[in-house]
């Protein structure tokens, strides 16, 4: 049971990055996915998740309108990127939750399988 993320890379700020979440091992299309984000010395914050069907999707304030979580098929995530800020950067993490109760979920601890992340650096 494996989730890779991928990329991620070096852009400008005002760029556009879109990152994928490809999951092998199991089929994770009953379940909600995320993304989160972690930059050095801080705690994991999330970024946006989206429900198994696709129907909900929730954001972070700080991406709302700027970020864009998506499914395709049956075990793929995305995250399109776009408008980024110097602030953006970090490591980006996806994760599926396979036993929560939430739509959606908002918390770490409500995901219980994650990517290795891949990272995510914009210049000023």
């Known amino acids: 049971v494996q989730l890779q993320a991928s990329g991620g890379g070096l852009v400008q700020a005002g760029g556009s990055l879109r990152l994928s979440c490809a999951a092998s091992?199991?089929?994770?299309?009953?379940?909600?996915m995320g993304w989160f984000r972690q930059a050095p010395g801080k705690e994991r914050l999330f970024v946006a998740a989206?429900?198994?069907?696709?129907?909900?999707t929730i954001y972070a304030d700080s991406v709302k309108g700027r970020f864009t979580i998506s499914r395709e098929a049956k075990n793929t995530v995305y995250l399109q990127m776009n408008s980024l800020k110097p602030e953006d950067t970090a490591v980006y993490y996806c994760a599926a939750a396979s036993k929560s109760v939430y739509i959606t979920p908002k918390i770490p601890s409500d995901y219980d399988y994650w990517g290795q992340g891949t990272q995510v650096t914009v210049s000023s």
């Open positions: 989206i429900s198994w069907s696709g129907g909900t």
């Open positions: 091992g199991r089929t994770f299309s009953n379940y909600p």
